[in-house]
């Protein structure tokens, strides 16, 4: 499963705008980026993914760099309840079980 | 709350014991997985049914481990004789499979089943 790296934790204010980075220069051409996030004591929630063009949802926009070997977050205004560990996630989506495999992701912690 | 309902959400056995976690996974959903977590890490895939078919298990999934899903809903995992190590969080996790018309399938997750074992 191809790796991605992302920063331990990342500190962020209430209402200002939080930019979560991944790296995965090994990214293949059938894998799509998919983030979730995990808040405390409960299981991991979809965010958002995305496979060339950036997307936007209700809950974060995803940007992805043209050569596709990083990927940026962005949560637009940062509130309390989104403290929790982001997962940037790469999977195939082609077939297979299309498990997820969860590296450490990032801890935020929003202030208010 | 995403529809995957795992029981029990809290188990304290004690060491040699069985246990056994249930999934209902979301109605519709035909594919299922188990996984597990410990402080501080991320989720570690367990295994995986498509139906009634478990098609994939990870090497971390013992010979005390059992996963069943035996009408393609509910699924059940035992751990038998049950190790110090064995205490984590065990997730179940659903999801449709992808049709040609439908790639990246979200993953839905429950909340969880704790495990501690003393």
């Known amino acids: 499963d191809a790796k991605t790296t992302q920063p ?3 500190e962020s204010n209430e209402e200002e705008p939080v930019h979560l ?6 990214i293949s051409g059938t ?5 979730y996030r995990q ?4 299981g991991p929630e979809y965010v958002i993914h995305g496979l060339t063009s950036n997307v936007n949802n209700r809950m974060a926009s995803l940007a992805i760099a043209e050569d596709r070997k990083s990927s940026t977050l962005i949560l637009h205004r940062a509130t309390l309840r989104d403290a929790a560990v982001y997962y940037c996630i790469l999977r195939d989506d082609q077939g297979g079980s299309e498990k997820l495999v969860f590296g450490k992701g990032t801890k935020l912690t929003v202030n208010p | 709350d995403t529809g995957v309902s795992q029981n029990p959400r809290h188990k304290i056995t004690k060491r040699g014991q069985n246990v056994t976690f249930r999934c209902d996974p979301i109605s519709e959903h035909n594919r299922l997985y188990w996984y597990r977590q410990t402080l501080g890490q991320g989720p570690e895939f ?13 090497r971390l999934l013992s010979d005390r481990f059992s996963a069943e899903r035996p009408k393609g809903s509910f699924s059940t995992l035992e751990i038998q004789r049950t190790e110090q190590g064995d205490s984590a969080m065990y997730l179940c996790a659903s999801s449709l499979r ?3 018309s439908l790639s990246g399938n979200t993953i839905y997750f429950g909340e969880g089943s704790w495990l501690t074992v003393v």
């Not at chain 1, 894998?31 to 983030?35: F, G, K, L, N, V």
């Not at chain 2, 367990?46 to 990870?58: D, G, I, P, R, V």
Request: negative net charge; proline residues 9%.
């Open chain 1, 8 to 10: 331990n934790s990342m």
């Open chain 1, 21 to 26: 980075p991944c790296n995965h220069s090994t």
């Open chain 1, 31 to 35: 894998d799509y980026i998919h983030w």
């Open chain 1, 39 to 42: 808040l405390p004591s409960q």
């Open chain 2, 46 to 58: 367990l295994t995986y049914f498509q139906n009634e078919a478990q098609l994939e298990k990870s």
């Open chain 2, 98 to 100: 992808p049709t040609r």
